[in-house]
T-cell receptor
Framework: DAGVTQSPTHLIKTRGQHVTLRCSPI?????VSWYQQVLGQGPQFIFQYYEKEERGRGNFPDRFSARQFPNYSSELNVNALLLGDSALYLC???????????FGQGTRLTVV | KQEVTQIPAALSVPEGENLVLNCSFTDSAIYNLQWFRQDPGKGLTSLLLIQSSQREQTSGRLNASLDKSSGRSTLYIAASQPGDSATYLCAVRGETSGSRLTFGEGTQLTVNP
């Protein structure tokens, strides 16, 4: 069975640009969450979507947005990139609202 | 606001040793707690999930315990191997925070052959 898949795996962007990260959950999972992990720290919660509705939002600026599609895949969008947005972005899926989370391999974003 | 602390931040042990990683959280109103493993530059691998009503969970050489009232969890690794070298992360899911996981900063484990 395929696990959580994220694309791209690595990305380099320039300050001020926009980026879109993609996530496909495990088949049958209806919840997708996004996390940001800065080097040396634990992941920080950004968004959670369940059944295509936003169910939670972390302490991130409005430059960050996300959505979930009818097939339960998800996109994370970040506008007006800053150097501080450089991080590993992780996607997690779970069967339902608060069950065990399974993570993808992440997208490494570097902003220069 | 939930805060999760992991001690020690780093640990180096010889192969074969049994070891304990500690996790503490400030708000005991949790739904469940999950332990993860992370290899350098990689995603997170789920190791064990403990529901708030459970005291412990076991998987192979791993055993995780939960004392919800005191806000503590431990991950016990038996007979450590070099392949266990990784960062171990503890995360809690609050009763009122939906699916949001609050993570500690992890314990970086090195098992020397």
């Amino acid at each position: 069975d395929a696990g959580v898949t994220q694309s791209p795996t690595h990305l380099i962007k320039t300050r001020g640009q926009h980026v879109t990260l993609r996530c496909s959950p495990i088949s049958g999972h209806k919840s997708v969450s996004w996390y940001q992990q800065v080097l040396g720290q634990g992941p920080q919660f950004i968004f959670q979507y369940y059944e295509k509705e936003e169910r939670g939002r972390g302490n991130f600026p409005d430059r960050f947005s996300a959505r979930q599609f009818p097939n339960y895949s998800s996109e994370l969008n970040v506008n007006a990139l800053l150097l501080g947005d450089s991080a590993l972005y992780l996607c997690a899926s779970s069967v339902s609202y608060a069950t065990e989370a399974f993570f993808g391999q992440g997208t490494r974003l570097t902003v220069v | 606001k939930q805060e999760v602390t992991q001690i020690p931040a780093a640990l180096s042990v010889p192969e074969g040793e049994n070891l304990v990683l500690n996790c503490s959280f400030t708000d005991s109103a949790i739904y469940n707690l999950q332990w993860f493993r992370q290899d350098p530059g990689k995603g997170l691998t789920s190791l064990l999930l403990i529901q708030s009503s459970q005291r412990e969970q076991t998987s192979g050489r791993l055993n995780a315990s939960l004392d919800k009232s005191s806000g503590r969890s431990t991950l016990y690794i038996a007979a450590s191997q070099p392949g266990d070298s990784a960062t171990y992360l503890c995360a809690v899911r609050g009763e009122t925070s939906g699916s949001r996981l609050t993570f500690g900063e992890g314990t970086q484990l090195t098992v020397n052959p």
